[in-house]
Every structure is written in structure tokens, then in C-alpha cells.
């Protein structure tokens, strides 16, 4: 019996000795992470996507890695760094394209389109941001490196039911020999069996004709043909008309790149005259 009594004296010094122990301190709380860091990039303001044909170099085709590329892609970039959009890039059919853009696919079309009163009812275009005009081409050393008139009674090779053909026939009608040709190809090669003495049609496409074997015979000659009667205003970017505020910006940005110098500097990477 004298057990009990010692034991209970140990439990109560022991709970004691317990109880004076200081309490553990609680744990320290996390520290709150960094805050994140602010881009110095201006976040893009809104997503566009933008449509070409990609098959006309060098103004639209597709380069190595398959993607758009060429002077028209070169200029949608600048302007969409203009505009503040990020924009993705896709190559349509040209059959497809206007469709596609009516049916919201994508948001805009830069893929040489001409405009024309068909496309001015059907679609909001842009302001034009390139002008590729008419002109001639013929032999080297020959002497029509003037003013057309210099071409009067001699044979001018043109395809046919063309805006080119309407300016021969409104200029030339009386006063040369007309011959017309399925397609441009026809009249070029017409050019070099002696069958014309010159040919009229796109300065781009000629241009471009002459930088091959088949035309190094052959170089631009005179001075460039603009009307806009018969040859047209030149290009646009086609949007939807309910897009107007997409369209002002894209105005806007094409506007500030030929003022500033940015356009005359994609031009001549590309060409070696001015395309407006």
C-alpha cells in the first residue's frame, strides 16, 4: 500500500516537470513568391489571320519551311506589328479565298487583288498598297525607249480580253498592228521568233520574264503606262465591309509605311522600280 502514494507522487512531479517546458514555436509561414515580371512587349491587341494564294513570286509563295512568304507577306508583318495583332499566316486556293473570308475562315486577303467593282461590292477594301503598271517590252537596242508613240505602225503582241488589250486598243487601235495571243506567254514567245516587234502587258510579269534564259534577249523599254480607266487602281487587301475598325487600322499602317520610308525599302528588296 505504501507503493500507491509513491507512485502517484512520481506522476505529478513528472507532469510537472512537463508542464514548465516551454511550447515549441509554430512554424514560420512561407514567403510569398516574386511577383512576376512585367513584359517590355506591348501585348498584341487582338488575332488576325491573314490569306494569300501563295503561288506569284515574288509577291506571294511559300518558302522552304512551307510557310507564306515574299513582298506582299513582308508587308502584312510590318503592318501587323503596326496594328499591334498577332496574326498567323495560311495559303488558300484563289477560287477559295474570297469565300473563305466571307464564311470568317480568316481575316483578310493579301494576295495581288486587283480591284475591280465586283470586289468593291462584295468586300470592304483596303487602301491600295501597290500598283504594278503597264509597260513594254522588246528587243535590246531597239528604238522605242521613249514615249509609246514611238511604237505607231509597228507590231504589238498582247493577250487577248485583257485590261492590257483595252489600253492598246483605246491608244494603238489606228495606228499600229494589233496581234492578240491566248495568254502572255504566247505573245513573249512571239517576241523572240520575230512575229511582233514589242509586247505589252504587266511590268512585273514582263520584268520578271526578262530575268529568265528564254528573256535575257529583251528588256523594259519607255515609260510606265497608268490608267485607270482601262488598266485599273491596282491592289488591296480584301476585308469584310462589317469590318471596319480591322480595315481603318490596316489603312493606317500602310499609310505610316509609305510615309516613313518602310515601303519604298520592301520594294526595292524585292524590284528594281516602284510599285505605286
Not at 502517484?8 to 515580371?37: D, E, F, I, R
Not at 494564294?53 to 507577306?73: I, Q, S, T, V
Not at 515601303?263 to 516602284?274: D, G, I, V
Amino acid at each position: 500500500m505504501r507503493l500507491i502514494p509513491f507512485l502517484l507522487t512520481l506522476l505529478l512531479a513528472a507532469s510537472s516537470a512537463l508542464a514548465q517546458q516551454p511550447a515549441k514555436p509554430a512554424p514560420k509561414p512561407a514567403p510569398p513568391p516574386p511577383p512576376a515580371k512585367k513584359s517590355p512587349f506591348t501585348p498584341p491587341a487582338f488575332k488576325i489571320t491573314i490569306a494569300t494564294e501563295a503561288a506569284y513570286p515574288p509577291f506571294n509563295y511559300l518558302d522552304k519551311k512551307g510557310l507564306p512568304a515574299g513582298f506582299e507577306m513582308e508587308l502584312a508583318q510590318e503592318a501587323c506589328q503596326r496594328m499591334k495583332a498577332e496574326c498567323e499566316y495560311t495559303a488558300v486556293k484563289w477560287d477559295d479565298l474570297i469565300p473563305g473570308l466571307l464564311d470568317k475562315k480568316f481575316d483578310i486577303i493579301m494576295s495581288s487583288l486587283e480591284v475591280n467593282n465586283e470586289r468593291r461590292r462584295r468586300l470592304g477594301l483596303s487602301r491600295r498598297y501597290y500598283l504594278s503598271p503597264g509597260a513594254f517590252i522588246a528587243e535590246k537596242g531597239q528604238p522605242f525607249d521613249g514615249p509609246p508613240t514611238l511604237l505607231r505602225n509597228k507590231r504589238i503582241g498582247v493577250q487577248k480580253d485583257s485590261t492590257h488589250a483595252d489600253w492598246i486598243d483605246k491608244s494603238f487601235r489606228r495606228s499600229a498592228q494589233i496581234k492578240r495571243y491566248p495568254t502572255v506567254a504566247d505573245a513573249l514567245k512571239a517576241l523572240t521568233s520575230d512575229e511582233v516587234d514589242a509586247v505589252f502587258g504587266d511590268k512585273v510579269q514582263l520584268w520578271l520574264w526578262s530575268q529568265k534564259p528564254e528573256g535575257k534577249c529583251c528588256e523594259i523599254m519607255g515609260q510606265d503606262i497608268k490608267d485607270n480607266q482601262t488598266l485599273g487602281v491596282g491592289v488591296s487587301a480584301g476585308l469584310r465591309r462589317e469590318d471596319a475598325k480591322l480595315r481603318d487600322a490596316l489603312n493606317k499602317a500602310f499609310a505610316e509605311m509609305q510615309s516613313d520610308g518602310t515601303f519604298k525599302k520592301l520594294n526595292e528588296k524585292y524590284f528594281p522600280f516602284a510599285l505605286n
